[in-house]
């Protein structure tokens, strides 16, 4: 496999408002839906539907939300062996998007809560032969070290996500070649208000420092601010009218993996991630709204 992804897998469940609602209060929302999610999950969708052969490593629950996640997996073409089925629930995130296509997200871990020692060993197997391994903050985190320590032993680029926001351990820092929050993230890693270039820029050096090789932090519309110990630029976004900004950072990792993992240019890498992003915001949903590599090619301008 190209990509391995070491993660969660969730079932979203979705409910559209008109705003988001205040502390204590109570709105009518306009629809409800549920949909494959798990920030792991969704970034081997977007990996998978991109073209790159790319498996996942974690567990759902033996409830009736496991196999319809395992489903949502194959179907997108995502290897699930390395997927155990565990006693008990499957993770939950449950999600308020407003009419600006802002959202909310509460995550009650599940079967994620449970990953251990077993899924390391099943990760191991898979990395042989990988070129990426993507990581998030949703299992717990001495396993996600323990990934990335697998991962660097093998030679494998490592990808972290940081989300949710969480302290790092040292080991983590120095263990990970791209370090990819969003805005709220590099604020609470840091403790720099990220709002603008300048403030994101700031952001920036001060991860590098810690000892991440390369940070990408995802501005939204405004696109990403890319930063290693040589220089810094930002990268403007692709325009697009959003429907649902949910997974747009999940679309990002994956068409950034799955352009590396193709041994493309870190500047193509990058491109590919926004366009990805972009055209996840213009659909409602996680894994349903992640972009086939027809729509990507096109909105690069590529034919063929």
């Known amino acids: ?36 999610g798990g920030k792991g999950a969704n970034q081997a969708v977007a990996c998978a539907r991109l073209g790159a052969p790319t498996r996942m490593v974690g567990r759902v629950g033996d409830d009736l939300f496991g196999e319809q996640l395992r489903a949502s997996l194959r179907t997108a073409g995502v290897q699930d062996d390395g997927v155990l089925t565990a006693p008990g629930p499957s993770g939950v995130a449950l999600i308020a998007v407003d009419d600006a296509a802002e959202n909310t997200i509460v995550i009650v871990p599940g079967a994620n809560g449970a990953v251990g020692g077993d899924d390391i060993s099943r990760l191991e197997q898979a990395l042989d032969g990988a070129r990426v391994l993507l990581l998030q ?85 405004r696109g990403a601010l890319v930063a290693d110990t040589d220089n810094t630029r930002m990268w403007p976004a692709f325009t697009v009218t959003p429907v649902d900004t949910v997974a747009a950072g999940d679309a990002f990792n994956g068409g950034l993996a799955t352009a590396l993992s193709e041994g493309r240019s870190f500047e193509e890498a990058i491109r590919w991630g926004l366009a990805a992003g972009a055209l996840s915001v213009t659909k409602p949903g996680a894994q349903p709204s992640m972009p086939d590599r027809r729509e990507l090619l096109e909105l690069l301008g590529v034919r063929g």
């Open 1 to 36: 496999m190209s990509i391995v992804v070491f993660g969660s897998i969730n079932m979203d469940l979705v409910v559209r408002t008109p705003r988001l609602p205040a502390p204590g209060e109570t709105l009518t929302g306009h629809t409800f839906f549920t949909a494959p």
């Open 137 to 221: 903050l949703e299992v717990p985190m001495a396993m996600v070290v323990a990934a990335a320590r697998a991962a660097r032993a093998r030679g494998v680029t490592v990808m972290l996500d940081p989300a949710p926001a969480l302290p790092l351990p040292d080991e983590l820092w120095a263990l990970t070649d791209i370090l990819t929050p969003n805005e709220s993230e590099a604020a609470a890693l840091t403790g720099i208000p990220v709002r603008d270039e300048q403030s994101a820029a700031a952001a920036a050096r001060a991860l590098l420092a810690r000892g991440v090789r390369t940070v990408i932090i995802k501005l939204g519309a």
